[in-house]
Antibody, heavy 118, light 107 residues
């Protein structure tokens, strides 16, 4: 059983950088799992953002790849998301999630709402 | 990149009805397809993986089928607690694209 919890600012200014952290409170971030970020704009569907493997290998959504970085901190058992040059279109609930191999996401955080507004 | 298209985008059915949701991939993805259920204000929950394998704890009225490009999620007898939005997702290599979602309501 893996437990994930997102944290970060609830409001980010336009053109700024959105930074979120997901703490793995139960389980090890060094396990053979992909650690991912998914977002959901209000009233809209799910969008996969990107993921990282403990080796440091990353995959990103091509539509966001120029603005996204996912990183991992083994010492804190957490992973992070940075999204640069944000606009109102980046307003969403951001979820962290995890999967193994080609499996789907079996564990999710509770999600955190980030609003892009001045 | 592979696109995932769900239909319909919404449906309304009576309690006890059989409900079918379709997901189509723009290229073949084998059986690397998952279905999630998301109730209003809640976190998505995994229902089915590998196109047809029921996640532990999911009621048996849910079933999945298909391979390649065409997949189906079926609720054999719709219950009030099944009101939710359902998403498919490709789990093969490359971007982990979700379908647009199907909102299921009770008539």
């Amino acid at each position: 059983q893996v437990q994930l919890q997102e944290s970060g600012p609830g409001v980010v200014k336009p053109s700024g950088t959105l930074s979120l952290t997901c703490v793995v409170s139960v389980g090890s971030i060094s396990s053979s799992s992909w650690w991912s970020w998914v977002r959901q704009p209000p009233g809209k569907g799910l969008e996969w953002i990107g993921e990282i493997f403990p080796s440091g290998n990353t995959h990103y959504n091509p539509s966001l790849s120029s603005r996204v970085t996912v990183s991992l901190d083994r010492s804190k058992n957490q992973f992070s998301l940075k999204l640069t040059s944000v606009t109102a279109a980046d307003t969403a609930v951001y979820y962290c999630a995890t999967r193994s191999g080609f499996d789907p996401f079996d564990y999710w955080g509770q999600g955190t709402l980030v609003i892009v507004s001045s | 990149d592979i696109q995932m298209t769900q239909s319909p985008s919404s449906l309304s059915a009576s309690v006890g009805d059989r409900v079918t949701i379709t997901c189509r991939a723009s290229q073949g993805i084998g059986n690397y397809l998952a279905w999630y259920q998301q109730k209003p204000g809640k976190v998505p929950q995994l229902l089915i993986y590998a196109a047809s394998t029921l996640q532990s704890g999911v009621p048996s009225r849910f079933s999945g089928s298909g391979s390649g490009t065409d997949f189906t999620l079926t609720i054999s007898s719709l219950q009030p607690e099944d009101v939710a939005t359902y998403y498919c997702q490709k789990c093969s290599s490359g971007p982990l694209t979700f379908g647009g979602g199907t909102k299921v309501e009770i008539k």
